[in-house]
């Protein structure tokens, strides 16, 4: 740890002060809020998946199959709908 330390104040990197937000911020669970990470619960991330399938694709493309890869703007935030909708699909068929 002392090793690591001293790299990070080499390059100018200082500890996190009292109360300040440690992590990685980023991806799907992860929101950022005032420059904080806050998690998100699996119901909003749900709610958000759920409004861009539901609303914005058919809306432009026509149609709700998009390919597993294709990735969707809500609200700002990059969503992975093509991922999102092929497992809900798996989920789906395995639990009949």
């Known amino acids: 740890m002392p090793a ?9 990197i ?27 619960s699996q119901d909003e991330r749900w709610d958000t998946n759920l409004a861009a399938a539901a609303r914005q694709f ?8 998009p390919s597993r890869g294709h990735r969707e703007y809500v609200n700002g935030e990059l969503i992975k709908l093509g991922v999102f909708l092929d497992e809900l699909g798996m989920r789906w ?3 009949a």
């Open 4 to 12: 690591q330390q001293y790299l990070l104040e080499t390059l100018g």
């Open 14 to 40: 200082e500890p996190a002060g009292e109360g300040e937000a440690v992590g990685r911020c980023g991806g799907a669970a992860v929101r950022r809020c005032g420059g904080a990470a806050v998690r998100r």
């Open 58 to 65: 058919p809306a432009r493309e026509g149609h709700l199959r």
């Open 93 to 95: 068929a395995s639990e």
